[in-house]
Structures are given as structure tokens and as C-alpha cells.
């Protein structure tokens, strides 16, 4: 079944910038979000219409916003361009949204690419369809959504294209699903997570770049992203592309999609199962063993990195041999940071039409 009905709206409130870089939380903190089960990460109103506040809009040049019911989601997501054309999935990552790729959108539309861009599972208008599904955050919930996606829509295969949570989700899909995988797009390359390896500590000035996820992992964390989750996104934004001069209007449409009732216990959880401080859905387990053995990706692809990315990324150099396919990195410069589909959506867009060629 799939409608255009608009749902979710999001609180207001002020900006401030403010830096986390000491983390003084106690370990009886940790030790007691360690201690908590999957089930104890639902929200109190798993199904309930979130707060009153400016509701989401799309833009009509970006396209039209249509629900589906795919696995143990509605889906929102965003289409544009020609049913009949080659068909392309665009997956968002964290504090982010489906607005990542509203520049990219009309380019590839009138190129004649059908293109769908998700909400993922906690944000916008993206809903699961029963209160007794664990609010899970792993990586292989937001793969099989993508491939329940794909199968609701019935495409049998799709150009996939990602940033952040939304790379890794395009790694996996173009690891372990290849026949539902034309080719892949990919910012920052390869981001699948083994976490027996991520259990390791890094030197200190590698873990200080991962403060959020420390933060998450007590639960003075889970009640500040609660209470300030658009200063908290806004400050990522600012310390993850620097030099992107993004104005208000540009985070209020993407702020929005925080307001999902289901958003801080999605991101929370992902973080925490992370560092292994939360245990996933053993429904999933055969596909995080498929996950951790970090496979190679034998599709064509392109990898794209941006010259001021301030957040945490590997090195081109560490992940060109996972790729042994038809493979094309390219690096962009003038400031681009993290979210580079948004801030250099031609470069992106081209990517996605050049790997389709290949």
C-alpha cells in the first residue's frame, strides 16, 4: 500500500554550540547501560504521534513523499524521476536525513533515474508497524530494511548510494546482496563493522573523535540527546564539515526528522551495539557473522571522500583492496566535509551516473 499522506512535525528550540570533550561520566553509568536488555531501549510511546512543532516539508523540486509498508516498517521516503527509469536507492546516515540528497535528487531525476531516498528506521516519517519490535540500530536491521524496501517497491536491483550510516548500509547491501546491487556509490568507502575488532582501544587521539558514542553509552547521554537532540545534531553538523556554511532553514528541514518517537532509542542502541555494550536481534546473527567477516565488495563502485571531513573516516588507502571490482575512488576538494552528497551534490550525482556505465 503506498500513500503521500505527510506525518511528524519536531520541537523548536535555540542552537547553542557547545563542546563534549571531556567525558566525566561514571563507570557505574556504562556498567548500567551495558546492562540493558534490547527490549529496555523502546521508547514509552513507541507508536505515538511525536511532538508538536513545525511539520516536515519536501521540497517539490526534490519530490514527492510516499509511504510503504516494507518488513517492520511504513516507510517514508522520497521519489522522483520516471517510474520506468533505472531505479536508484539513496540511504541517509545520522544526525542526518533524507534532505542529504535533495540537490542530488533532481540532478539524477532528470537524467532519467528513478531515485527513492528513505527515512531510515527513527526518523521522519518512517514508522514500525508493531509496538513490539525492538527498536534496534545494528547494522544488518537497517540492511534487511533496505532490501524490505526494495522488495516492496519490487525492484529487483538498484544503483546504491550512501553516506555515513548510509555507506555502510550500501557496503553491505553490495557485500552480501550483489544480485540486488548494480553497482554502489559509497562516501568514505568502507565502513562495515566487525565488532570484535571494534572492541579494540584506539590511541587517545583516535578515541576522542568518537566522544558521541561514549556519551550515548551512559545514560546521562540517552537523556541529554532526549532532551537536546537539535543542539546535539546541529554541533555534529558544525564539527563534521567545518567549512559548510549550512543556514538554519537547511537544519530545520533535516532537524524535523528527529522528532520520530523512535529516533534517540534507533541512534542510541546503534552506538551502544557499537562498542558492544548492547546486544542486537539474534534473528540477525547469521548476517552480522556474513557482516564481520568484512567481505569484499565485487561490484562496480566509487568511493568518495571530501578534503574537510571532520569526522571519523578511514583512509582510502586502508580499504582499496575490499573493493575488487570495476573501482574508482575520487577525492573532492573547496571544503567538503562529512555530509557530501548535500554539500557537493554534481560530484555526487556524477559518481552515481558514472558507476552506472561501468
Known sequence: MIDTT???GRRGAALP????????????????????????????????????????????????????????LRVGYVEAGPAD??????????????HTYEGVTPLLAAAGY??????????GTTRFLSADTPRNGQQAALARDAIALMDALRLPKAIIGGCDWGARTAGILAALWPERCQA??????YLLVDRQVNAAPLPPAAELQWWYQYYFATERGRLGYEKYRAE???????????????DDATFARSAAAFDNPDHVAIVVHNYRWRLGLADGESRFDAVEARIGATPEIAIPAITLEGDANGAPHPAPANYRRKFTGRYEHRDLTGGIGHNLPQEAPKA???????????
Not at 85 to 98: K, N, Q
Not at 232 to 246: M, N
Open 348 to 358: 555526487f550525482a556524477q559518481a552515481i551516473q558514472d558507476v552506472a556505465r561501468t
Open 184 to 189: 554502489v556509490v559509497s562516501v568514505s568507502g
Open 85 to 98: 527509469g533505472p531505479p536508484v536507492l539513496l540511504l541517509h546516515g545520522w544526525p542526518y536525513d533524507v
Open 232 to 246: 546535539f545534531s546541529k554541533q555534529i553538523w558544525q564539527l563534521a564539515s567545518p567549512q559548510w556554511r549550512f
Open 17 to 72: 554550540r557547545r563542546q563534549f570533550l571531556r567525558l566525566g561520566a561514571s563507570l557505574g553509568a556504562a556498567t548500567a547501560a551495558a546492562a540493558l536488555p534490547l527490549t529496555g531501549l523502546l521508547p514509552s510511546a513507541a507508536l505515538a504521534a511525536p511532538a508538536a512543532g513545525g511539520a516536515i516539508t519536501i521540497a517539490p523540486s526534490f519530490g514527492t513523499l510516499k509511504h510503504i509498508d516494507a518488513g517492520d
Open 6 to 8: 505527510d506525518l511528524t
Open 114 to 123: 528513478r531515485v527513492i531516498v528513505p527515512y531510515a528506521r527513527g526518523y
